[in-house]
């Protein structure tokens, strides 16, 4: 089983399948994608020397809102 199916499961069993549900797995989804693109030596690499920036952004279709993930909190917020 994968970490995305992993939180998939827990937020299945917390959530359903509720608007909230679905919210909350695009940006378990997206936490993935960051870790992902992490495993690549050159983009940790340009991380290290702040050369690159590795932002996790979620768009609202049904709010029209953009939030942007704060890492230091774990929380997505909207700008």
């Given at each position: 089983?994968?970490?995305i199916?992993d939180?998939?499961?827990?937020?299945?069993?917390?959530?359903?399948?509720s608007?909230?549900?679905?919210r909350l797995?695009?940006?378990?989804?997206?936490?993935?994608?960051?870790?992902?693109?992490r495993?690549?030596?050159?983009?940790?690499?340009?991380?290290?020397?702040?050369s690159?920036?590795?932002l996790?952004?979620?768009?609202?279709?049904?709010?029209g809102?953009?939030?942007?993930?704060?890492?230091?909190?774990g929380?997505?917020r909207?700008?």
């Open positions: 089983m994968s970490q199916d939180s998939a499961h827990a937020i299945a069993q917390e959530h359903g399948t608007p909230e549900a679905h797995l695009e940006e378990a989804a997206i936490r993935q994608s960051m870790a992902n693109l495993t690549f030596p050159f983009v940790a690499e340009r991380e290290q020397k702040r690159l920036v590795v996790g952004c979620h768009f609202s279709i049904r709010k809102e953009l939030w942007v993930l704060d890492e230091a909190e929380n997505f909207p700008v």
